[in-house]
Nanobody
């Protein structure tokens, strides 16, 4: 069992920035693939960014060039820097773990999830 705790959400105006953090439990964080997912009201959960155990990153098209995922293995933490935020980025953001170290585009393939943090972007 891996426990995850997100933080850093909040209310921001369009064009603003937020940085989300997610701290994971355990001693093998450096072997995990990590994802940031989001779910807006009435929509399916989607993977917006992922980082493999080797540091390779992938982004969904709608956030490319605006969001950056990174990890600090010494702190068991993954980050999501979100710039140029838009109202359509409003959602609950979750971090998730893949224990095999990979990235998946499908939310259902991740092993563990956090509780989520709300991001609201006003126009």
């Amino acid at each position: 069992q891996v426990q995850l705790k997100e933080s850093g959400g909040g209310l921001v105006q369009a064009g603003g920035s937020l940085r989300l953090s997610c701290v994971a439990s355990g001693r093998t964080f450096d072997t995990y693939g990590m994802g940031w997912l989001r779910q807006a009201p009435g929509l399916q959960r989607e993977v917006v960014a992922g980082i493999t155990m080797n540091g390779s990153t992938t982004y969904v098209r709608s956030v490319k060039g605006r969001f950056t995922i990174s990890r600090d293995n010494a702190k068991n933490t993954v980050y999501l820097q979100m710039n140029s935020l838009k109202p359509e980025d409003t959602a609950v953001y979750y971090c998730a773990v893949d224990k095999s170290g990979r990235y998946y585009a499908s939310p259902s393939l991740y092993d563990f999830w956090g509780q989520g943090t709300q991001v609201t972007v006003s126009s």
